[in-house]
């Protein structure tokens, strides 16, 4: 099959290579000079992928001083591992003008490319995502970042990446629970866009959730070519961009108030439901149905684990989002007037919000 290449017109512009058997050695040699690096991995995808990219690097020329692994799961997104990480590249002696190569989800790569960021005042980062998720949103776009307990992404940066390579083979080795917290993403950005984008959500749902590589590809693309057109018209998120957001106001509450034991993409399905009861109400467009066949069709729960609501609002009302002049009885949505129609900074009273939640949480 063809490698699908797309182009992330940023300041500095950069690829998203995307092939089943990618060859990464031609890969990172066409974005980047050989020089020093580092390998940032976490302890399930470590153990998997890191040796056959090690290898790919070494041929290209590079020389690789270490191989950093985190544990696996969204607690590595915190201050103290973070720390370690930066006192790991210290120690081993990576340099201004080194690289980090972020091989993982999208724990790795927000963290990496956090410590990218800020690690002597920045070093090259290459996005290696090999879930699902990392490859259709997180490893695009810059967006970089910590969770505190306070909140989702709370800490952050925007750094482009060099180059994002995925080789959908990692996919190959992704339990069936992640590909569907994947496509959670993917449902978003079809609902987002309309057009033959949302179209092909229901020719390649199905295929994809059982890990049919053409129909992966072509949604992967689908959803990399929107992340890229939207942070291209607005790498910093001052306007357009927060549209990505839909699903996730309430999506980061529910995560925050189950103290990151819930998985994002499960996360965002059921804020997207909530959203769409929000729009239901607001714009009397019923997009209910819609979404959930979607997500079904993708394998995710309609229904988060019951939490506590108080908890879930709290949380919404520290969202990025808000602004200074926003009541406190009033939350800022991003919400469809119809597929393909986002409207952002919708504000929402709390009394609706607080039903919008309750009705996706399991009783
Ligand atoms: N920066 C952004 O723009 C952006 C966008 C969306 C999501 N995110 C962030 O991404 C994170 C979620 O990403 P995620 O769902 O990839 O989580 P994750 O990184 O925790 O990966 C999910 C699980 O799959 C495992 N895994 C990953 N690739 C694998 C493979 N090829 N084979 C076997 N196991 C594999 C991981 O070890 C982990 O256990 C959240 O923190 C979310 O906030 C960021
Ligand atoms: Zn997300």
Redesign the pocket.
Known sequence: MNRSSVTVAAMVPYEVLVAPALDLTEAVSGALPPGVGVLLT?S??GP??ATSVAEALKKGGWELIDTVKVP???AS?SLSIYEEVVRRLARAGLPRGGTLFAL???????LGGFVASSYMRGVNLVQLP??L??MV??SV?G??GLDLPEG??LIGAFLQPCLVAANLD??D???PR?IS??LA?VVKMGLLTGGKFFEDLWRFLAPARTGDTGALQALIVHSVRVKAAVVAADEREVGLRSILNYGHTIGHGLEAAATYDL???AAVAAGMLGAARLSREIFRTDLLEVHEDLLSAAGLPLKAPAVDVQSVLKAVGRDKKRRTSDQPYEYRFVLLEDVGRPLRDVLVRDTLVRRAIEAILES
Request: no cysteine.
């Open positions: 976490d399930t995808v998997l992928h696996a799961g969204e997104k993982g989800g999208g724990v790795v790569g927000d090999t879930s998720l990392s949103d997180s776009g967006k970089v989702k992404n990692w996919v080795t992704l339990p992640e917290h994947g993403e998985p994002h993409g």
